[in-house]
């Protein structure tokens, strides 16, 4: 029997760092060269070619070095002018989404990121689970393996499991194991190239082959060249790692300016490295592997390069090589939880649209690694079958990224180089959904549970009290100071023409109706409504005098909490409770419902009264509502 002494430790064991989230993509515990914060973005990045040139073999066939080459094309040119803008519009790490959140505001700019959230879970759950899947793969596949570990999908869950142990103990930076992961991975990377291409140099006879193939599939030079144009979508899986080097900036030492300097180099040596070996790889593993290898159940399927590192350079440096791999493909996952457990919080807890506990990293872990063992369930740790939609989430924040720097440069000449770039990654897109729709299927599934949950999120904590600080200017002070020693009556107003008179006519009836005597001191209420969409903001509330009548105005997305919010403070600058006076609301109380949830008014009194039930458990301890 779990005691209630250990409940609690346990509660607060999970919700550890509430209120200043840590981690490698959020709060940095210090700042490092940008070469070695490129080591971090390198795990997910660098390791994608554990499994690319098999994906890219399978995509393309023998035209595979073509497509690959129009894929680092895309890269240079495509990716990275796009992430140079991104990085420079957001020095603190937040990314595209808060590009598009700025360009888009209210409830647009807010339903389009949560679409996105939607992508970009799938991009790094899956991330996590293919590369698990692949880590796999390369131990089964090992000739040192035991027959008794030919459990694909029960080793993929063992790494997984190791991987949320990492974040629920407490995870750090660990930059030095990133470094040492991505130098020892690039590498061993490096000497199998150079000796596949020297296996190429000197049996000229399998070039021969190759090329004898490719002619005999296609007539011309530009006939290869289209088809490659076309296949090349289906090796997007070699552009991810760029949101990722963005959401790392905090990491990057220096003042703004020379972080975003920082993180463009770092964006542009990672993508200068990954190019030269996704073209290698792609030319070696096309030229010197069968093609049946390549298919499911076939020694290179998901391990091209380690294939050709056993092959050619004997079992021992191939298990080196697989214990590499199996290393940094692991680490990718982290790479993609680090990400997760920063967007998340940074979004969904202050749109209202997650719990508080959201803003903790170790109840997130336990969710995303819940996800994680149920996708690698369904796809049975099978890296094929998770390509298209870990392309798809990669592809769609690629588009986003390409689309935001668009909208956001000046009209002119400047901004018609972003829309060919933006062109292609539509098309890649679109192309990509076309020719592999598990993707948009599996990318909807996680936009659907991301969007409903949300919502359901910001239903239930809609009477929360919403106001994060309450500021009066010096008249409100003023104002409040008179009453100091007194019962602070005031009138719920709706904000109008703001007439001597309307003050009046609205004096006159709610004492008639409250049965308050012209004795009554009474203060007027206004809240002014700001953006619905927002959640939480402060409170700025002003003193104003209109004839012998006195106001306080604030500004807020939603008013009951916002006066529920002020009779709260009232109560504690004064030591009385405050009495607040309404009248009813006329109209379907259903409709009031959804107002208040999507545009923050409504029926005001009895929301306000809910709101001050939910902060204040003690009857007797809150601020009086009157309605009438």
């Not at 689970?129 to 030919?150: K, R, V, W, Y």
């Not at 214990?323 to 990400?339: D, E, K, N, P, R």
């Not at 292609?424 to 897109?429: D, E």
Request: glycine letters at 8%; hydrophobic letters at 50%.
């Amino acid at each position: 029997m779990i005691s209630k002494r250990q409940m609690v430790a346990c509660r607060r064991w999970l919700l550890h760092g509430i209120d200043q989230p840590s981690g490698p993509h959020g709060r940095a515990h210090g700042t490092h060269p940008w070469w070695q914060v490129m080591c971090l973005t390198g795990v997910d990045y660098f390791s994608t070619l554990g499994y690319q040139p098999g994906i890219a073999y399978l995509a393309a066939h023998s035209l595979s070095p073509f497509a690959t080459l129009i894929l680092v094309l895309v890269t240079l040119f495509g990716a990275y002018p796009v992430y140079a803008r991104v990085a420079q519009a957001s020095p603190d790490g937040q990314g595209s989404l808060s590009m598009l959140e700025r360009l888009f505001p209210r409830w647009r700019g807010k339903a389009m990121v949560l679409a996105l959230l939607g992508f970009a879970a799938t991009d790094f759950v899956i991330t996590m689970t293919l590369s698990a899947a692949d880590a796999t793969a390369h131990i089964l596949e090992n000739p040192f393996a035991p027959a008794a570990m030919q459990h694909p999908v029960l080793i993929t869950l063992v790494l997984l499991a190791l991987l949320g142990a990492v974040f629920l103990k407490g995870f750090r930076e660990a930059l030095g194991l990133a470094v040492g992961l991505v130098i020892t991975y690039l590498t061993l990377n490096l000497i199998v190239v150079l000796v596949a291409l020297g296996e190429v140099a000197t049996h000229l006879e399998v070039w021969g082959g190759w090329e004898r193939l490719l002619w005999k599939e296609h007539a011309s030079v530009w006939e290869m060249a289209g088809v490659a144009l076309i296949l090349f979508p289906k090796l997007a899986l070699g552009l991810s790692g760029f949101e990722t080097g963005v959401t790392v900036m905090p990491l990057v030492h220096g003042p703004e300016a020379e972080r975003v300097r920082g993180t463009r180099r770092l964006l542009r040596t990672a993508a200068l490295i990954m190019s030269f070996f996704l073209l290698t790889s792609s030319l070696v593993t096309t030229v010197l592997i069968e093609p049946a290898k390549f298919e499911r159940g076939g020694e290179a399927n998901g391990r091209a390069l380690a294939y050709l590192a056993h092959r050619y350079l004997g079992d021992w440096f191939g298990t080196l090589y697989d214990v590499s791999t199996m290393a940094i493909l692991w680490f990718a996952g982290a790479s993609a939880m680090a990400g997760l457990l920063n967007l998340v919080p940074k979004y969904l807890p202050r749109y209202g649209m997650a719990p508080e506990w959201a803003k903790a990293s170790r109840p997130l872990v336990l969710v995303f690694m819940a996800i994680s063992f149920a996708v690698t369930i369904i796809f049975e740790a099978s890296v094929d079958a998770q390509g298209g939609a870990y392309a798809t989430g990669v592809l769609v924040l690629m588009c986003s990224a390409a689309i935001a720097v668009t909208v956001s440069r000046p009209p002119g000449r400047s901004r018609w180089p972003y829309y060919g770039i933006s062109a292609v990654f539509v098309y890649t897109t679109i192309l990509n959904m076309v020719e592999r729709p598990e993707g948009i299927k599996v990318a909807s599934v996680f936009i659907f549970l991301t969007v409903t949950l949300s919502l359901i999120s910001r239903a239930a904590r809609a009477t929360e009290l919403r106001v994060v600080r309450i500021e009066f200017d010096e008249e409100a002070w003023r104002i409040l100071r008179a009453h100091a020693d007194q019962v602070v009556r005031v009138i719920a107003h709706r904000p109008g023409e703001g007439t001597r008179d309307e003050y009046a006519r609205k004096d006159r009836t709610a004492r008639e109706s409250h049965h308050l005597s012209p004795a009554d001191d009474l203060i007027f209420l206004e809240i002014y409504q700001t953006d619905a969409s927002d959640f939480d903001a402060p409170l700025h509330v002003r003193g104003v005098h209109v004839g012998p009548y006195r106001i306080l105005r604030g500004e807020s997305p939603a008013i009951p909490n916002a006066i529920a919010a002020l009779l709260i403070q009232i109560g504690r600058m004064t030591g009385k409770l405050p009495h607040a006076y309404f009248g009813w609301t006329e109209g379907n109380p259903i409709g009031y419902l959804f107002r208040y949830l999507f545009l923050g008014e409504g029926d005001v009194a009895p929301v306000t009264r809910e709101v001050l039930r939910q902060r204040i458990a003690d009857p007797a301890k809150r601020p009086y509502i009157h309605v009438t």
